[in-house]
């Protein structure tokens, strides 16, 4: 459980540490692995939500899935992409959030994750959750905690 004082101060603006799915690169399952692989190139990331054409999130593309697919090729060229969607590589989505204030949620899945997608209750992607907006949030914290709150250490006693 989260300390009520840390929650407080790092949940101070969800909204602010979620990136809004207009400016989110994505694909959509029908798009050719040559186009996922030229958004992947241009955008910097390693995978990108797959979306359907009503914006309901269906799954993830990445540079990782799309070398597995192109090495199960035969001839493995590169100009084969233009052969497969992206639904032949997408992987599943295994974690993503409905509300920005399940903070505890979304620290827990960072741990393993670069990001975490944000779905409205009808499954409509919102946007995504990076570890780079929560870790600015953490630094904020870090630096702030003294300002808003009375910290001191506890004493410890010998047993």
Excluded: C
Excluded at 83 to 97: E, F, G, K, Q
Aim: without cysteine; charged residues 25%.
């Amino acid at each position: 459980m989260i300390d009520p004082a840390v929650e407080q101060m790092l949940r101070e603006d969800p909204a602010s540490y979620v990136i809004p799915a207009e400016v989110v690169a994505n694909v959509t399952a029908t798009n050719t692995l040559e186009h996922a692989l030229m958004v992947l190139s241009k955008v910097g990331y390693s995978r990108v939500p797959v979306l359907d054409p009503d914006d309901r999130l269906q799954g993830m593309i990445s540079l990782a899935a799309i070398t597995d697919r192109l090495l199960h090729v035969p001839g493995a060229a590169v100009d084969q992409l233009s052969r497969y969607t992206v639904a032949d590589a997408m992987l599943p989505v295994d974690h993503w959030v409905d509300d920005p204030a399940k903070l505890e949620t979304i620290l827990n899945y960072m741990i393993d994750e670069p990001f975490v997608p944000l779905v409205n209750e009808d499954g409509i992607f919102q946007g995504i959750i990076t570890r780079r907006e929560i870790l600015k949030r953490v630094n904020y914290l870090a630096h702030n905690l003294n300002d808003q709150y009375n910290v001191t250490p506890k004493e410890h006693t010998e047993s």
